[in-house]
C-alpha cells in the first residue's frame, strides 16, 4: 500500500510514538545507569547504556517515517518509502554495532576480578525496565500494523528485545544478590 492510500495523521502519529519511546529510553537510561553505578550492577549500566542506543533508533525511526510518508513528486513518482526501508537497515545496523560494543566491554569487566553484591534498588529499576518496554512494544506494534510501516513495526520489535534483555538483567542481578560466588552472574548479564 502506497503512502497517498495512508490517512493523513499518518505523519505525526508514526513519529509521535517514536519521540514517547525515546522519552522513555531517557528517563530509563537514566535510572538504569544511575542505579547500577550506585547499585553495583554492571549489568544494569550495561542496560541503561543500551536504552541509550535506542535513542538513535527512535529517531532514525522518525525521520524515515516522516521523509517516507511524504508524498509522491516528479522526482520520486512512486513516493519515498525507500527512504522508510533505509531507516529500517540503518536501525539493524546499530543494533549490530551496539550488540558487539555490549560484548567486548562486558568481557573486560569480566576481567577485572572486583565484584560487588547488587542492590535490592536495581532489582525494583529492572523490573520497572521489562514493564515499559513490553508496553513500549505493544503501542508501537499496534500502530505500525495499522498504518502497515515496517519502520514502526521493527522498532516494537527492538522495544521487545530490550524487555527481554531487562529480563536477563533481572535475573542476573537476583541471582547475584544471592551467594556470593553467584555475584558473577552480573557481568555475565551484560554480556
Known sequence: ?????????????????????????IL????????????NSRALVADGLHSLSDLATDAVVALGLYYGNQPYDTKHPYGHKKIETLAELVTGGLLI??????????????GQGSL??????????S????????????ATSHLGRKLQSGALVANAWHHRSDAITSVFTLVA???ARLPPSLVILDPLASI
Do not use: C, D, H
Request: proline share 4%; charged share 10%.
Open 173 to 175: 542481578i537476583a541471582g
Open 1 to 25: 500500500m502506497g503512502s497517498e492510500n495512508r490517512p493523513n495523521w499518518a505523519i505525526s502519529t508514526g513519529p509521535g510514538i517514536s519521540a514517547l519511546g525515546a522519552a522513555i529510553n
Open 97 to 110: 554495532a551496539f550488540a558487539l560494543w555490549m560484548v567486548f566491554s562486558s568481557v573486560e569487566a569480566l
Open 116 to 125: 560487588a553484591t547488587p542492590s535490592a534498588l536495581a532489582l525494583i529499576i
Open 127 to 138: 523490573a520497572i525496565s521489562i514493564a515499559a518496554k513490553e508496553w513500549l512494544f505493544r
Open 28 to 39: 530509563l537510561a537514566a535510572a538504569k545507569v544511575t542505579t547500577g553505578i550506585y547499585g
